[in-house]
């Protein structure tokens, strides 16, 4: 697992947002939904806020705090009487409660999912935390209190906004013990405007690691439903095609933190991953509950698009 601090990396800067994104996830009792914990410097407007975003039902909370009902200490973050942590979370938001534990996190097998480009002076920093680890908990609502036995995925995002164009995929339903995250996108800096990308795959333990940093080439082809993902990095290569799936809009950060981007995500996407060694197939299958996030183009009047990099 990665620990990245809870703490922004750089308090220089003045306007800036971080945020902290977990997803619980139990099919058995029809529950699908991420949690974000995060804080805005915006000039004009800084607070602290929880979204929550209900996969099954397709709708997002957006809830405010003044800015000094947040704390991070250590490995925790506090906004008001709400908490986040490795250990799990507890929410409790009006008309709503959920508490979680969270154990048996799965190890990553790398210092950062995003090379060396997080040393890089960017706009926006990624962080994947934990890629897998078990859930218990219960969840209150007025439609009455269920519990929850699932597993979760969690990461941390930071810097000034979110990148001009970018995608983002996350998987960890598969009929076997296999984990994928991949994201990327055009991310400017002080000096120049790269495109770059990530992607975590475990199998069964074994990781492989795709990336910009490690000289991992990407080509994107977008589809009428689907995008299809093919990466390749000296012999091994993997294809991953995910469904756009009715996506839900929730809030980002534009300029200098601000909160009013439209980001459009599906916790329901239909992801499939066919993993090869050369020519000999090492692993193939399907989840059915992927969170993406394909924001290469506006998702009304869409248009198709593909990319090398």
């Known amino acids: 697992m990665i620990k990245t601090r809870f703490t922004f990396k750089d308090k220089r800067r003045k306007q800036y947002f971080e945020g902290w994104y977990v997803r619980v996830m139990d099919e058995a009792n029809g529950f699908n939904t991420a949690y974000i914990f995060a804080i805005t ?3 004009n407007d800084p607070h602290a806020f929880i979204q929550v975003f209900d996969g099954v039902k397709k709708v997002n909370r957006y809830e405010r705090f003044a800015l000094d009902t947040f704390q991070a200490e250590g490995d925790t973050v506090k906004i008001a009487n709400n908490h986040l942590s490795l250990e799990g979370i507890h929410v409790n938001l009006d008309g709503y409660e959920a508490a979680f534990d969270f154990t048996n996190h799965a190890s990553l ?23 897998t680890y078990d859930v218990n908990g219960r969840v209150d609502t007025k439609e009455g209190m269920i519990s929850i036995q699932g597993v979760g995925y969690m990461e941390k995002t930071y810097g000034r906004r979110f990148p001009k164009q970018w995608f983002w995929l996350q998987a960890n339903r598969f009929s076997d013990d296999v984990q994928l995250t991949l994201a990327g996108g055009s991310v400017p800096t002080l000096f120049f405007k790269p495109f ?3 992607c975590l795959i475990h199998v069964k ?50 300029d200098g933190g601000v909160m009013d981007l439209d980001v459009y995500e599906t916790l329901s996407s239909h992801v ?38």
């Not at 097998?109 to 890629?131: D, H, T």
């Not at 692993?283 to 924001?295: C, D, N, P, R, V």
């Open 196 to 198: 770059g990308f990530f």
């Open 205 to 254: 333990g074994k990781p492989y690691v795709f990336g910009t940093y490690n000289r991992a080439k990407i080509i994107m082809s977008r589809h009428e439903e689907s995008v299809i993902f093919h990466l390749k990095r000296r012999h091994i290569s993997a294809v991953i095609e995910a469904t756009i799936a009715d996506p839900t809009c929730l809030v980002g950060p534009s």
């Open 109 to 131: 097998n790398v210092r950062s999912a995003m090379g060396f480009l997080s040393k890089l002076p960017l706009e926006c920093y990624q962080e994947v935390v934990s890629q």
């Open 272 to 309: 499939s991953l066919k993993l090869y060694d050369n020519d000999q197939l090492l692993y193939k299958g399907t989840s059915l509950s992927g969170g993406f996030e394909w924001m290469f183009e506006k998702l009304h009047g869409l248009k198709d698009k593909s990319r090398n990099a």
């Open 41 to 43: 410097k915006a000039k």
